[in-house]
């Protein structure tokens, strides 16, 4: 068993038409992680995905599944993708079907799976995308995030050892984007590697255990999301944006209203508990824990007042 | 077109299983163009009217407004054959004519019952397809041709074709928001102009889909053959059994009516 489910080394890619999409891009996706790629638009996300599925073939590296090199031959193609799935970024060019339950039994089926195999997936799919009521809608009736989440569960019914999702946020508003958030954490819990693109450094930040930055065809750095986000050149270098959580806990430590040298938080939760413990220590604490939680409102109480301070 | 779709999704008939109502729109169909007389027309027009307003719950209005469009069709097309044309001078089965040098323009009464009757008979036909679009939604047809065993190739087809013209239209509605906004359709000109440049841009997005399409479906593992499942529907015999009591009923009127004509 191999540490990465996807890597790809020296992957140099041109479209016909002339552009470096990829140039000598190395990779390593950890198995069974949530890895987050971020990069602007045009920075090979899409062209580098579509290799891990087989769909383009390097004009020269290679790219390994489970350890193994990938054979661009028939058999094995259909057997990569079968473990290596794909949600497309625009709905309306993955699904080919106006029936729900039709487009969702495709993937499933390519599989050669027993009939009623394919029909319990189908189910199980709809079941964890939320999309059961869905059934009877034809494809053009949908809304733009219930059409998501019928490509996800196109994707899930495979059920896929590594999914990848294309900017799966894009376009849907903040409460549509946090239940798919919630889908991908979900799915991730029973060992799926997950693998998304975005150019929303907040939600790579918070989501992801691993991030690999891209730009321009090329890997620029890859670490924890804490090692990453500590980067101010690579973040410029990659035309990013520091997340809004590492931005104000940098201007905290450096007011000294929160302890520095600490990890840092992931979630606003992790923040509140950060500044209440810095209160109640008086700014001395060595083994800090984000679970020594305090009651909500207080914490909240506690910030404004600090807000009001600064 | 797209009206009959939506309604195709929200009627009471909705989940009955498609090959029963395949099957007797099908039937029905084809007793009102097997018999010639008009009553069976009368009587399938009227069967399907209750059909499809009484038990699929489609309004009134809106059924009739539909019935409308190949009404007035019809009735050019059952003139020209009301209408006879002869040498042969006005005899006692002429209604009403006009000869000018030897030719006679006009109606017989043959003709007009000819007429009337092909008229009945299209519009029963016609009915009987309202029912099977207004209460089956195209995917469904599909999986009934699935059934029925017809060439995959024809089925993709209609399923791929029927998919993407609601995304073109979608398409196409952006693009003459956005060119209207712009002040693109003022004048005859530019209205011309925006045309124009809306075909073209359909074309090109037409074409870049259906790569995307190609890849989207290669990555689930399309090998050349696009197979899928319908949803299990349940075959009802309470359906199977009324069906055949209407159709058989229809059958014996009409087979009875003809005799009695006969003799
Ligand atoms: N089909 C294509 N033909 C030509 N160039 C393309 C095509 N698809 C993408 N590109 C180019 O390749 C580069 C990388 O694109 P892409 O992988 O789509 O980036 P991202 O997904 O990160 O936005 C861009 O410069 C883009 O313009
Ligand atoms: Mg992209």
């Known amino acids: 068993m191999a540490d990465y489910i996807l890597e790809a080394e020296n992957l140099n890619y041109a479209y016909p038409d002339g552009t470096q999409a990829l140039r000598n891009l190395c990779i390593q996706i950890p198995k069974g992680r949530k890895t987050a790629v971020l990069g602007s638009n045009g920075a090979g996300k899409s062209t580098l995905f579509l290799h891990f599925n087989g769909i383009l073939k390097p004009q020269s590296g290679t790219v390994r599944f489970d350890g ?111 239940q798919t958030v919630q889908l991908f954490n979900e799915i991730s819990r029973n060992g799926t590697t997950i693998i998304l693109s975005t150019h929303d450094v907040n939600l790579a930040y918070s989501w992801a255990d691993y991030i690999v930055i891209l730009s321009d065809g090329r890997v620029i750095g890859e670490g924890t999301p804490d090692s990453i986000f500590t980067n101010d050149d690579l973040i410029r270098g990659a035309d990013l944006e520091k997340p809004w959580l590492v931005d104000v806990y940098e201007i905290l430590a450096e007011r000294g209203c929160i302890a520095a040298n600490m990890p840092l938080p992931r979630d606003k939760e992790d923040l509140l508990k950060l500044m209440d413990c810095h209160d109640k220590s008086g700014g001395e604490q060595e083994n800090y824990d984000y679970s020594t939680v305090g009651n909500a409102r207080r914490e909240r109480n506690k910030l404004s007042a600090r807000c009001k301070g600064l | 077109m797209l009206n009959i779709d939506g309604f195709a999704y929200n009627n009471r008939l909705r989940h009955v299983h498609p090959l029963e109502k395949a099957g007797f729109a099908m039937i029905t169909m084809f007793l009102c163009l097997g018999f010639s007389l008009p009553v069976i027309s009368y009587l399938v027009i009227i069967l399907m009217a209750a059909a499809i307003v009484g038990c699929a719950g489609i309004p009134l209005k809106i059924y009739l407004k539909l019935m409308s ?195």
Request: glycine share 6%; with cysteine; aromatic share 8%.
């Open chain 1, 68 to 178: 193994k090199e990938i054979r661009y031959d028939r058999k094995p193609l259909l057997e990569l993708r079968k473990n290596v799935g794909i949600v497309f970024q625009d709905p309306d060019s993955q699904l080919f079907s106006a029936s729900v339950y039709q487009e969702i039994s495709f993937g499933p089926l390519n599989l050669g799976l027993p009939e009623q195999t394919v029909r319990d997936r189908v189910e199980q799919a709809m079941t964890a995308t939320g999309i059961n009521e869905l059934k009877d809608k034809p494809t053009h009736m949908l809304s733009y995030g219930q059409k998501k989440r019928v490509t996800i569960a196109d994707i899930l019914a495979m059920e896929p050892q590594a999914l990848i999702c294309d900017e799966p946020t894009a376009w849907l508003d903040p409460k549509y984007a946090k």
């Open chain 2, 69 to 263: 469009l190949p009404f007035t069709f019809l009735l050019i097309g059952a003139l020209t054959i009301a209408v006879s044309v002869t040498t042969q001078g006005v005899d006692a089965g002429w209604l009403a004519g006009i000869t000018v040098s030897g030719i006679t323009v006009g109606l017989t009464y043959n003709g007009l019952a000819t007429a009337g009757g092909l008229f009945c008979k299209s519009l029963g036909a016609v009915s009987c397809l309202y029912f099977l679009s207004l209460t089956t939604p195209a995917v469904e047809m599909t999986a009934v041709m699935r059934k029925l065993k017809i060439p995959s190739l024809f089925i993709e087809l209609t399923d791929l074709v029927y998919r993407f013209i609601f995304v073109m239209l979608e398409t196409a509605d952006d693009i003459y928001i956005s060119q209207s906004s712009r002040w693109g359709y003022a004048s005859l000109k530019t209205s011309m102009k925006s045309l124009g440049q809306m075909t073209a841009a359909l074309f090109v997005k037409a074409l870049h889909r259906s790569r995307m399409l190609f890849i989207a479906l290669s990555s689930r593992g399309y090998t050349g053959q696009i197979n899928v499942l319908a949803p299990e529907y349940t075959v009802s015999v309470n359906n199977i059994i009324l069906i055949a009591v209407i159709e058989s009923t229809l059958l014996i009127t009409a087979v009875l009516l003809e005799v009695g004509k006969i003799g």
